[in-house]
């Protein structure tokens, strides 16, 4: 597709489960962002991919939270033993080596009940 | 580390007044600058970018925003609001070398009445 794509675009889970988020950048993007962004609070930086360095991670708020990209491209958010404040909406983003802002996909709206 | 601060959490205007949505950059170098929006229910859509030259840059929907280095601001102005305008707007930088994280300000959310 032509734009950032993100699946589930919404997901409910019981608190306690594991869940899997995922992000499909535009193709040839090496740049690839995932931020949180819960009711009435701004983007949290969350981790960040640029081609085959190590991600930064600096943003990931526990140990529950990792993220990975295959390949260069697609990659997966997961949460492990969701707690209720990991509610949030969960965006991806990437960038190309020609572009320098970020295209950002729908977002994948978590809830954890 | 770079962060961004936007002390307006929301603003109301009338419509047809103009805007000025204020944000200011803590970065040593000269940083990429963005305004994007977001409105209730959507992604978030690039309004305008900044990372060199003229200091005054336009962008869609009648946007425009000033980069001041002395004042390590980059505010966004419209001069007349349209009622579709109404949304969150977030600021962010990032930094000139390619590829590095994005930091976006807490954001402000913009409310137009008629």
């Known amino acids: 597709g032509a734009g950032v794509s993100q699946s589930p675009s919404n997901k409910v889970t019981e608190k306690g489960k594991d869940v899997e988020l995922r992000c499909d950048p535009i193709?040839?993007?090496?740049?690839l962002y995932w931020y949180r962004q819960s009711l009435g609070q701004g983007l949290e930086f969350l981790i960040y991919?640029?081609?085959?360095?190590?991600?930064?991670k600096s943003g990931l708020p526990s140990d529950r939270f990792s993220a990975e990209r295959t390949g260069g491209s697609v990659s997966t958010l997961t949460i492990q033993r969701t707690q209720q404040e990991d509610s949030a909406v969960y965006l991806c983003a990437s960038r190309g080596q020609l572009n320098t802002e970020a295209f950002f996909g729908q977002g994948t709206r978590l809830t954890v009940v | 580390a770079q962060s961004v601060t936007q002390p307006d959490i929301h603003i109301t205007v009338s419509e047809g007044a103009s805007l000025e949505l204020r944000c200011n950059y803590s970065y040593g170098a000269t940083p990429y600058l963005f305004w994007y929006v977001q409105s209730p229910g959507q992604g978030l859509q690039l309004l305008l970018k900044y990372f060199s030259g003229d200091t005054l840059v336009q962008g869609i929907k009648g946007f425009e925003a000033e980069f001041k280095r002395s004042q390590s601001s980059f505010n966004l102005r419209k001069p007349s609001v349209h009622w579709s305008d109404a949304a969150e707007y977030f600021c962010?930088?990032?930094?000139?070398?390619?590829?590095?994280?994005?930091?976006f300000g807490a954001g402000t959310i913009l409310r137009v009445k008629s």
């Open positions: 962010a930088v990032g930094e000139m070398e390619y590829g590095n994280k994005l930091v």
């Open positions: 193709s040839g993007h090496t740049a």
């Open positions: 991919f640029q081609g085959n360095s190590a991600p930064d």
